[in-house]
């Protein structure tokens, strides 16, 4: 039993990227009808936008400490970053820590901008273009957009910490009623899946009980009747592009201390995601949701190591088994609507 | 001539020529001038360019003829990479069985893999495959290992069987004793040519898949493809069914696909996982794309123009652009390198992201259309001098 939950814990946070970015790609999907395969790029930059916060905040300039003395008696030269000079020194440093939660403000607007200039300069050209065209052009976008961050930030993988006081690990099993020390959950992984629920709420809010979202889904159901009746549903497209970019944006920006940013992890969540998505049912956002949770957790439990024993490798295989089933069983996913996309 | 049209004997002949005379048309500097870092005449290149050349035919057949956007064919490459070093592996350095192998084991695989794809198409076709070439790339990574030798790659050791190996066998690929690796080189005043059997082995075998393909296109079977491509409703209302002829042109670009994974091996005994990563179906489908999806030349023109502008990009670093801008002022010399080093060495993938977008916005059909479109524009301007000549012909392909 405590393997098991351990199990469903562990698929939790992949799960919760996987939804997130699903959601996002669903969102495009359903308003503008565009495969976005520079959608795990999204991803990417918001990854970046922390690091980029990250580094802003230590930047530092070097200062003489009279309290302190090298070997030889003079004064300590000691890098002091700006921060911990104007906020002091305790605020400072909390403020450096907590720059991963921090980096979300940079990242909204930053999402926000890069995905209007993204549907506005590139992509509404290519509505009326064929499915193969959409996918070509996104997938040169994407190439294009990881060889930029490569420039600026270089090939490695840049380590960014989560805060100091959600570092380490609780024990988990206690509250359940299990036995101490059974089942241990690192704190981070647990703000994760909680910030993608409260983002995947806020969408689904946003979507259900604004105006705006009413006439948005509307938009989806129906394009053209919306037109005629006198609304601009093509602006409100571009803010649903720009509205998914920013939730792949700040999946990105958290998920940055489970996974040190390198620039080609957009690519390699991408290609899930669009699983993901195809298993959801293309166009249904419930769908996304609930098959990001689903294979994440499927991944979890056949990493196990009793699993691995009986079918060796099934781990690395068994989100494209499942998408292989799924497709050739019930084409149009688990919660995708009759004759969409069902080709 | 040999059952094809006009044009399409002339095609074959001028691709024919281009291919065979390689070696001296790829070389116009002089072995030891400045610009001898633009020549391409040198075997390992000109290699690379043929056998893409034929991955990109192959892909062509499924993607132009029929539409359908595989993004899973690096796994039939890297299928037939595998078997060609197993040949070499349990019989002998001789090509001809490696080859073969390859093209059936690519073959087999991807009857399996179209057989499930094919049942659906559009984008789901597209995920479908890409889903099966990374469970490929995975399984040849990690399970797979005791047939793919893992992160380390198959090679051939010493200690290997090999049990159709003669005597006096070379210990490198060859065909029949002649080595791949060997080759003459003609010196004519500061010129260099370069002729290498390995080149020559894969270059024949390109014109024979680019002759095939020409046959494919004309053929009522290429116009079944056509109509997949065209309308796959209408084709299943008039009480076709359109399935087998997908699956068989699936199969002769699957078999393609090895057939280049073969000649990769054979040119150097080595088989990665990395060749089935998704990236490299990415570049399949770029070289075509460039090169013009449908038409007969485009994608062996494609694979040309990638995989040299890959050679030559990734060549210049900053010393070269420094030189290049010498002669301009100091301000402006050192902007311009830091804007072109973006682009080069490293960033090649850069130019080449930003070049493939470029081409699927302005120029959906690729080298060939681009072409088509200054020749009539030529002609346009022609025709207005003399009136008469406007009647223009239709456009080659």
Known sequence: MDAIILQILNGLDKGSAYALIALGLTLIFGTLGVVNFAHGALFMIGAFCAVTVQRLMQLSHTEIDESRTDFLGNPLQVEVPYLESWFGPELGQALISWSVPLAILLAIPVMMLVGWIMERGLIQHFYKRPHADQILVTFGLAIVLQEIIRQFYGANPIPTPAPDALRGSVDFGVWLGFGPGVIFYPVWRFVYFLFSLLIIGGVFAFLQFTTFGMVVRAGMADRETVGLLGIDIDKRFTLMFGIAAAVAGLAGVMYTPILSPNYHMGMDFLVLSFVVVVVGGMGSLPGAVLSGFLLGIVQSFASMNEVKAILPGIDQIIIYLVAIIILLTRPRGLLGRRGVMEE | ?397
């Open chain 2, 1 to 397: 001539m040999l059952g094809i049209g006009k044009r399409d004997t002339t095609i074959l002949l001028v691709v024919a020529f281009m291919a065979l005379a390689a070696p001296i048309i790829l070389n116009p500097f002089p072995a030891n001038s400045a610009m001898a870092q633009f020549n391409a005449g040198y075997p390992d290149l000109m290699q690379r360019f043929v056998i893409f050349g034929i991955f990109a035919i192959g892909f062509n057949i499924l993607f132009g003829l029929t539409g359908y956007l595989s993004f899973g064919h690096a796994a039939f490459l890297g299928a037939g990479s595998y078997a060609a070093v197993w040949m070499f592996k349990l019989l002998s350095f001789n090509v001809i069985p490696a080859v073969l192998l390859s093209i059936v084991v690519a073959a087999l695989f991807s009857v399996l893999i179209g057989f499930i794809s094919l049942r659906r198409s559009g984008i789901y076709f597209s995920i479908l495959t890409l889903a099966f070439a990374q469970m490929s790339y995975n399984l040849a990574y990690s399970v797979l290992t005791p047939l793919t030798n893992g992160e380390t790659g198959l090679q051939v050791y010493t200690s290997d069987p090999q049990y159709l190996r003669g005597e006096g066998d070379p210990i490198v690929t060859h065909l029949f004793g002649l080595e791949m690796r060997a080759k003459e080189t003609l010196e004519l005043g500061p010129w260099a040519f370069d002729f290498s059997v390995g080149y020559y082995f894969c270059a024949i075998l390109m014109l024979i898949s680019f002759y095939i393909s020409i046959r494919i296109f004309r053929s009522p079977f290429g116009l079944m493809l056509r109509a997949v491509k065209s309308n796959n409703h209408r084709l299943s209302y008039t009480g076709l069914n359109s399935r087998p002829y997908a699956l068989t042109a699936f199969i002769i670009s699957g078999a393609y696909a090895g057939l280049a994974g073969g000649l990769l091996a054979a040119m150097d005994p080595l088989a990665g996982a990395e060749r089935m990563q998704w990236t490299a179906s990415g570049e399949v489908v770029l070289m075509t794309i460039l090169g013009g999806a449908g038409t007969l030349i485009g994608p062996v023109l494609g694979a040309g123009f990638i995989k040299y502008c890959e050679n030559i990009f990734s060549k210049i670093n900053e010393n070269v652009l420094h030189s290049w801008f010498a002669a301009l002022p100091d301000g402006l010399e050192t902007g311009l390198v830091w804007v072109a080093s973006k682009f080069v060495g490293e960033g090649w993938h850069l130019t080449l992201g930003l070049m493939f977008m470029l081409v699927v916005i302005f120029l959906p059909g690729g080298l060939v259309e681009g072409g088509q479109r200054i020749g009539r524009a030529l002609r346009r301007r022609r025709g207005q001098d003399e009136p008469g000549r406007s009647a223009a012909k239709e456009p080659a392909e």
